[in-house]
């Protein structure tokens, strides 16, 4: 598991980045996007998720919210490849205790 977040996870107070990077899970900020707002999931290289759901308990019970999921290896790996870049151009989240 990894994940790339975008700059107001750097400054907030706490957020589930922190708490991840805080439990030594990998966890890198774009800094390039005022809002990054790509949310996708890629599995086992065959399987994406992705949609506007923003994994919150806000979206979960309140919100208009869509997700899709897909289980077509081709499209896992161009998920990939945006999520490599990604990751690429992003610096590490240092756990804060």
Do not use: C
């Amino acid at each position: 598991m990894r994940g790339v977040v975008d700059k107001s996870n750097a400054t907030a107070r706490y957020t589930v980045a922190t708490f991840l990077a805080n439990q030594g899970v990998p966890v890198r900020v774009d800094y390039r996007y005022t809002i990054l707002h790509d949310k996708f999931i890629v599995a086992d290289g065959a399987t994406v998720e992705t949609g506007s759901f923003n994994f919150t308990a806000s979206a979960e019970s309140k919100n208009a919210e869509n997700v899709l999921v897909m289980h077509d290896s081709p499209v896992a790996a161009r998920y990939m490849h945006e999520w490599d870049r990604l990751w690429a151009e992003s610096e590490e989240l240092k756990p804060r205790y």
